[in-house]
């Protein structure tokens, strides 16, 4: 019993990070660590986004940066600027951010429905919205910005095989 | 159930595909020797050790057939039987159904192939029974499994020749039985009966009075009478009878004499009986086979490769990160002095990178195979081949204890098959043409592989008639590889190159054998993708020789490390020939767009690798540049880049599949710092820059 509630509360529990001075949260079961922003490689012809690769303990993963992602305006990496590693889908990628902020404990019923409109963001990637007392907290689907992700991969490398 | 039986399968497949192949291998040495008795006794040990594996398994039918392979081994091993090469064929034959079995105990849906098979092993289950009362297996005509053959002792033969001169004629009667024929045996005895009433039965085989000899399908009789033909197959017709096939016998020396059966006991001791006195032989070898199989299991582990690949990248980065902390003790060493506890750490860091290295050697060790696992599967290859062909050709394998990475081995067997069906087909001559040409009948075939420095050699030598300089050309010209004034300025050994160009083998060109539409490229192309070269020389009527040169492994390779575009690239040494310094002037345009620069007497076409990763030039007009000159299919690329950095051993990690990235990045490496670098595949970048240039 005490195992699922520990679960139950884990589910609720968000890391919130800012990014172009707004909240943003992900579910803290899919974040694997947080770590300091290094200097990437770049890797030629990738996806506009990918800032590049960086080597989590030997393993060579790619990052991404979401301002861009979210065509926000972009900004040279500082001291607080984190790459927050979440793992979905059994595949480990960065996600570059302008710094992390806290572990949210989100009641449930704090949590709206994305609005219809009204954000810069498309609302697919947008699981919730969470109340919390003097802010909201915009709750990232994962799993959505990395499906677009591969379908915008196939895409071309359907276009290309096409030429 | 406490153990995981798909575990215990798996073994057994390994295991069976070990066996199969040493069956294969002490068989083909049999033919050469038939008196090899270790040969015979270690085809038994593995027929026996299948049987009994399969069993466990629960393969039934696969156990039944080695069984009665086994029975049949025993027989010829006990008799001191002498191996013809019609048995060996025998044996093939059925190593060819047990490998049919095996692939399709793989393969749930191969319902009606199994039907087939099963077919075949029965047949051939008939031929290992016939083999093992004493008779020879027959001779490559019709289907396996007809007529058993006659076979005459003294009193027998005495038998024929009174007959024959009290003016009977003598005839061997065949006759095969509907496959689903109802006792066998039964009907066997009513043929002889019905034959008495006209003549004389002196013998039949299988032998109808001993009864440990089941009859099978088919059975032979003979006879002698002094009726003719059709009054004799009148009374040898009964029903469920498939055929009856008479032919009348002028000469008895047709028939094979038994080759002297020892009585178990009453013969004179064997050197069986010395050896080991009261045990039968075939116990005496499987015991002793056991022994040795136990030791040998006790002292290996079978591990996936994937486990092996993970433990070597791991081993590798444990060796880049002692260099870092190595560094950082070093600058506590200098910062605080010696003496103290900094220089303790940064000894024990150095003894610990001794043992990293070691580690390292030795999991990289764990991974290498023997070649020659690879070159025995040719012998089989070269021998049907030769038969097929009726070609003499003694196959030398050398050097097949050199080992290799097991990624290499794996990939490396295609490519040399092909080599070596295209000596035996194309390369040697008949044994006809040998004489003629001056040489032994029996061709040479040689196989050969040695450590040179980092690398591996493989050679593929034969004596035969060589490459034909001017049919090479000529086709080269037909097929539109070179155009004549190409050809013109092209250099003998150059013009031999001309066989690994794509297109030059053409579909004219295939036989049963070689040819199958894929060329010496696609052979060059296999293995420069496991970073490899192949060289070629030959000498018209002494034969041709072709060199491989392979890396000890893919896991680890050797690289320049480049700079272009403000990132550190890295390039397999394999690929690079050399590195050149020009001027920025000395590149000049073809077609508008190409670039190309002078070397030596070449024009190679070139490559920006800064506009290429970054989109951006830096750099113009005088300023000297570096190019690094990188190959693939023996074709040649000059790529610009703005430093050389090093050369040094990288570990080849994959990118991960998320990123979509250009085609010309192979993977990435992490250096000593930490820091990822991109690995650019020769490859393709050839391609883009002929691309850009034509």
Redesign the interface.
Known sequence: MAEKKKLEEQMNQFVSFVLHGEEYGVPILCVQEIIRYETLTRVPQSLPYVDGVLNLRGQVIPVINLRRKFELPEREPDKSTRIVVVEVQGRIMGMVVDEVSEVLQVNMDEIAPPPPMGTHLRTDFISGMAKMQDSLVILLEIDKILTTEESVILEQTAASAGE | MTFDTQNYIELFYQDADEHLQIMTDALLDLERNPGDKEALASVFRSAHTMKSSSAMVGFMHVSEFTHRMEDMIGYLRDNDVPITSDMVTVFFKGFDVLKEMLSQLQDEAAEAKRNQTNHSAKDLIKVFESIANGDAPAPEDGPVGDRPRIRLNEENRNRVEELRLSGESIFEISIRFCDDVQMAATRAFLVINNLARIGTVILTAPDLDDESQSVVLDFSILFSSKEKEPAIRKQAEVSEIERVEIREVTDIEQFEWPHSKPEASSAAPSKENFEAPGDSPALEAITSFDRREDHSRNNTVRVSIEKLDRLL??AA?MVIHRGRIHEIAQQLVLHNGKGGLEEEILDSITQQGLFLTQLQETIMESRMVPIGMVFSRFRRVVRDLAHAHNKKVNLVLEGEETELDKKIIDQIGDPLMHMVRNAVDHGLETPGERRAAGKSEEGLLHLNAFHQGNNILISIRDDGRGLNLEAIKKKALENGIVNSEEMASMAPKECLQLIFRPGFSTAEQITDISGRGVGMDVVRRSIEALGGSVELETEAGRGAAFWIKLPLTLAIIQALLVEAGG?IYALPISNVSETIRIRRSDVFSVNGTGKVIRLRDDVVPILNLDS???ASSNGAGDELCYVAVIRHGGQYAGLIVDRMVNEQEIVI??????????S??AG?A?LGN?????ILDAASLVEQTLGAVV
Do not use: T
Not at chain 2, 653 to 662: F, M, N, Q, V, Y
Not at chain 2, 674 to 678: E, F, N, P
């Open positions: 990248n791991l980065e990132e290429l990763v970054a990690k994959s990118l991960s599949g998320d990123i979509a990235c250009a010309y990045i990435a992490i930490g820091r990822v670098i991109l």
